[in-house]
């Protein structure tokens, strides 16, 4: 199956805590997550058959984050 990349701006994500929130949260929809606090962005692969960027995106915001891009 084809996977999908997308990195996103996460504004909000200042720690290592803010981290493992943000790639927990994404990985809970079966996608790969990297995050970095420094950069405030996530890296995200997923596969599209199983989700997709809006969700990726809402489960991101429901901790508490804005997303951008």
Same mark, same amino acid.
């Given at each position: 199956?084809?996977?999908?990349? +997308? #990195? +996103?701006? *996460?504004?909000? /994500? /200042?720690? *290592?805590?803010? %981290?493992? #929130? @943000? *790639?927990? !949260?994404?990985? !809970? +929809?079966?996608?790969?997550?990297? !995050?970095?606090?420094? +950069?405030?962005?996530?890296? @995200? ?5 199983? #989700?997709?960027? %809006?969700?990726? @995106? !809402?489960?991101? @915001? ?5 997303? %951008?891009?």
């Amino acid at each position: 199956m084809k996977k999908e990349e +997308l #990195t +996103l701006r *996460v504004v909000g /994500m /200042m720690c *290592v805590h803010c %981290e493992k #929130t @943000v *790639v927990r !949260a994404v990985e !809970a +929809l079966g996608a790969k997550a990297k !995050a970095n606090k420094d +950069l405030c962005e996530v890296w @995200v692969r997923f596969d599209p058959a199983k #989700t997709s960027k %809006e969700d990726i @995106v !809402a489960a991101i @915001v429901a901790e508490g984050f804005t997303v %951008e891009g």
